[in-house]
Nanobody
Framework: QVQLVESGGGLVQAGGSLRLSCSAS????????MGWFRQAPGKEREFVSAISWGGESTDYADSVKGRITIFSDNAKKTVYLRMNSLKPGDTAVYYC??????????????????WGQGTQVTVSS
């Protein structure tokens, strides 16, 4: 069974940076596209970024473009989210997602096959 484990969240001041990591483990993980979603208190889950298997395609929500970069290390089965110029509005629980379909991990997240447990990111003003 495939599992995703996120790490790297924490408390940071506005303007600061964080790097989130999501590592996949378990049998059957092969050629998965991966993505990041976030959910702030009282708000719906929203798409943040996605990367195709092999890394040839990436996608970003308009709200994070230019501040966030997604990249992967397939040998380590790990995807990263480097976040710069963080704002209080970025405060949320960030979830890693994996699915054989790139379209699924860059959509609403409704049909994502595998989710991580989430990591909290808090940006203070």
């Amino acid at each position: 069974q495939v599992q995703l484990v996120e790490s790297g969240g924490g408390l940071v001041q506005a303007g600061g940076s964080l790097r989130l990591s999501c590592s996949a483990s378990g049998r059957g993980f092969s050629r998965y596209a991966m993505g990041w979603f976030r959910q702030a208190p009282g708000k719906e889950r929203e798409f943040v970024s996605a990367i195709s298997w092999g890394g040839e395609s990436t996608d970003y929500a308009d709200s994070v473009k230019g501040r966030i970069t997604i990249f992967s290390d397939n040998a380590k089965k790990t995807v990263y989210l480097r976040m710069n110029s963080l704002k209080p509005g970025d405060t949320a629980v960030y979830y890693c997602a994996a699915d054989p379909s790139y379209a699924v991990v860059r959509g609403t997240g409704r049909n994502v096959g595998i989710w991580g447990q989430g990591t909290q990111v808090t940006v203070s003003s």
